[in-house]
């Protein structure tokens, strides 16, 4: 919910591609400065920091893994039907 909420005010700046990619760090980040107020001020900024990178390192892994997937899904498609390939 925050993350959509973090999109929002990227939008007028960079359009759509730019809150996309900026709206769910923004998110995380005010999400977890709201949420730890039981911290001082560098205690807070360091929480927020560690939540923004984890939806930063989440997000790399997740696109190389989908990555990988789109490539084995492309050469098992190929040497499925490519007749002089075909494994059948």
Known sequence: VLGTLGLLP???FGGPLLGLLLGPVIGAFVGEWLYRKD????????????????????SI??????ALLA????????????P???LG
Do not use: D, Y
């Not at 911290?39 to 989440?58: D, E, H, P, T, Y």
């Open 10 to 12: 990227a939008l007028p």
């Open 39 to 58: 911290l001082n001020g560098s205690q807070r900024m360091n929480q927020a920091f560690k939540g923004c990178m984890g939806i930063v390192v989440g």
């Open 61 to 66: 892994i997740g696109n190389v893994i989908e």
């Open 71 to 82: 490539i084995v899904a492309i050469a098992i498609f190929i040497f499925s039907t490519w």
């Open 84 to 86: 002089s390939w075909g």
